[in-house]
């Protein structure tokens, strides 16, 4: 976001400058009545206060251009209340219907910006927040991967829709094959993007805590401070960009201090599920693509060698070179044709 006026010359006297509510930026308001001078004061301290806010948050600055990014591609949001639980969903695009499904700790703005331009141009997209990530809650107790599955089913009927695509990524992916275990005449074709599903098993999880020294999940995936964010940068990227204390710092006041309590007992209720016998629908005959990061280092490449080898003919897997966990944004325009070569056949 630019300074204000710039490029525009000093606005009219008479005239006040006040904060687009939705996007977070700054335009150019009615002419102010004599009658309205306290209330075009207010309008301005309004303004001001949210300029500070953003000023002391990075982060927020990246948020609203995303916001606009995603505005900008034809996408509107709604908080959607379906039976599962209060759900924030972004929606919009041309085309046929494609669901994306973020990763453990991220949201569909943070997940998928730099999908959503080009994806838009020749899709539907149904982007939503998981329960307890982003913007969308519940007050049920359920924590579970099929209770995740089946709120997003609800979506789906609510917008309509009889058949999707889905793309999972991370956690996502578990999402995505819970939906087509449960209803598999709604999903039609799977994009797993770093995500093993039953492929999975305890001991792979126990090498997991080996490889990081860490006694529980929790401690990579939900960092406390500004030094776990950095690690999980690290973890997550191949070649991890350098980023400043100061926006570690902001990174995990605003992205990592939500609902943990709620988020650790998702964690539980996968590792809880790891040691049982896979659906009775498993394999699923759903056409599906494998992505991988090559040098992924919480589901590790031979993950994807068993998952592929469990789908058999109906899944193709893909290795996208020099990245890790987060494929999808060090390489996004490799990971971009792919995925739309994988939707158009």
Known sequence: MGPAGSGRGKARKGNVAHMDAENGSLRSGEPESRSGGKAGQGRLKRCGTRIMELARSPVRIHEAIVRRRFRAAGLSEQQLELANGSVHCWSGGEGPPVVLLHGFGASALWQWYLQVPALARRYTLYIPDLLFFGESTTTRPERSIHFQAETVLQLVSHFGMETVDVVGLSYGGFVALSMAALKPERVRRICLV????????????????????????????????????????????????????????????????????????????????????????????????????????????????????????????????????????????????????????
Request: hydrophobic share 40%; net charge negative; proline share 9%.
């Open 194 to 345: 770093g995500s093993p599903g039953y492929a999975m098993g305890p001991e792979d999880h126990e090498q997991l805590l080996e490889r990081f020294g860490v006694s529980h999940v929790r401690d990579i995936l939900l960092p406390r401070g500004a030094s776990g964010v950095r690690r999980l940068i690290r973890i997550a990227w191949h070649r991890p960009p350098w980023i400043p204390e100061f926006i570690l710092r902001d990174t995990y006041a605003a992205l990592f201090c939500g609902p943990v309590e709620q988020q650790v007992e998702l964690l539980e209720s996968i590792l809880d599920e790891l040691g049982n016998e896979p659906e009775a629908s498993w394999p699923l005959p759903h056409e599906t693509l494998i992505l991988w990061g090559e040098h992924d280092q919480i589901f590790p490449l031979h993950l994807s060698v068993r998952l592929h080898g469990q789908l058999g003919g109906s899944a193709e897997r893909i290795i996208l070179k020099e990245t890790a966990h987060s494929p999808n944004m060090e390489k996004p325009a490799q990971f971009n044709h792919l995925l739309m070569e994988f939707l158009s056949r």
